[in-house]
DNA sequence: CAAATCCCCTGCAGGC
DNA sequence: TGCCTGCAGGGGATTT
């Protein structure tokens, strides 16, 4: 399930595959949830832009086109994007580029259709993009702590809502929480100040550690090179009930906030 | 305004 | 073995 340090991993191997390709052709599955902009305007519109720039924001990626338009790609749940013949291609692969000269192509796969595409015109910010709130990699204690104050949710529901930081999903937020010692189910207007420290510094470092890790392969995530991502090996507690608590041996536990599953140490993280 | 709920989708695990 | 139910989750829309 793609995260923060999956985009980021993604990104950097799509890099050398798609800035400074121009696409020779667009293969696309039939309209669906998955495309925000219609299949049929993209096999028409991207053939000819070259790549300029792909980054990211939060869990967006935003490919930058010569022609002052960007393309917006979201993983969802179950997205990949591969060079192609890294995985071999499905019904399950919505979108297809190709390039001109030899360069490999690019393959969107995503079973789920979760993922979304997106055909942004020059300038153009949707509100899905304007709603973000600063990338997690750089988020401080203190904004952590303005967006709490008079909260009342669960401080982890606070840590997934894009619109306070961007990137943080449910596996990275319960690592997070675990290493800052701070229990999921807390109030977020209640979470002090050294505990919003401690949380900062934990989200930065657990997405950081996990984008030198590949990101993690837990459901389906695979790298545009087609390998797997190892941070699974270092999680702590996401999905690891009934497991003992590599700090305290107690059993790490599992229950639902929100609709989501929330794994936590009962025990040190008070 | 904040918070809770629902829904999009598919594969797979678990129960009987 | 095979069918059915439920669950997984990002995030926007809708409801309370």
New binding site residues.
Partial sequence: ???LPEVEVTRRQLLPLLVGRRIASVVTTRP??FFLTAPAVLRRKLPGRTVLALDRI???LLAGLDSGERLLL?L???GEIVRAGAIAAD??THLRLRFHDTHPGVDFRD????G?VQLLAAGASP??LA?LGPDALRISAEQLRVASR?????IK?LL?D??VL?GV???YADEALYIAKVRPTRR??GVTRAEFQRLAEAVQQVLQRAIEAGGSSI?DYVQPNGSYGWYQEERRV??REGEPCQRCGSLIR?R?L????CHYCPRCQP
């Fill in positions: 399930m793609p995260e669906s949830y939060g869990k967006y979201h969802g749940m179950t019904e399950h079973e789920r259709k979760f979304k509100k899905r709603r008079k909260r009342r949710i669960p529901t997934l894009q619109a961007a999903g449910n596996i977020a207007g459901s996401y999905d599992r639902l929100g609709q989501r599953s």
